[in-house]
């Protein structure tokens, strides 16, 4: 049984930062094991934000974060996080952990490759 918990977020300014993280348990990892952020705004589709492969250090981000975001984790607690800095308006959403099993580097995309997803955590930027 795989559950997966997001913590942090909140309510923050343009310009802040913040750290969003996510524990996890249950998780029995092959190499192809992907965890990954991603977030929802109202009304728009669940965009990917960043992942990261149990077999290797290489994260990805997606474009609308990259030089901002940074994904960490920590085997040793099973934990990851995702620090937000220079937070702008658009990156206000519900942000969502989620675990792939076997996926390929082409499919970490795409949200409904994904077997287990936490239940969010609101980060609202305000201007």
């Known amino acids: 049984q795989v559950t997966l918990a997001e913590s942090g977020g909140g309510l923050v300014q343009v310009g802040d930062s913040v750290t969003v993280s996510c524990a996890t348990s249950?998780?029995?990892?092959?190499?192809?094991?992907?965890v990954a952020w991603f977030r929802q705004a109202p009304g728009k589709d669940r965009e990917f934000v960043a992942a990261i492969f149990r077999s290797d250090s290489n994260k990805y981000y997606g474009d609308s974060v990259k030089g901002r975001f940074t994904m960490s984790r920590d085997k040793a607690k099973k934990t990851v996080s995702l620090q937000m800095v220079n937070l702008q308006a658009e990156d206000s959403a519900v942000y969502y952990c989620a675990v792939g099993l076997n996926l390929i580097l082409s499919s970490i995309w795409t949200p409904s490759r994904y077997q287990y997803w936490g239940q969010g955590t609101q980060v609202t930027v305000s201007s």
């Open positions: 249950g998780v029995t990892l092959p190499g192809s094991t992907v």
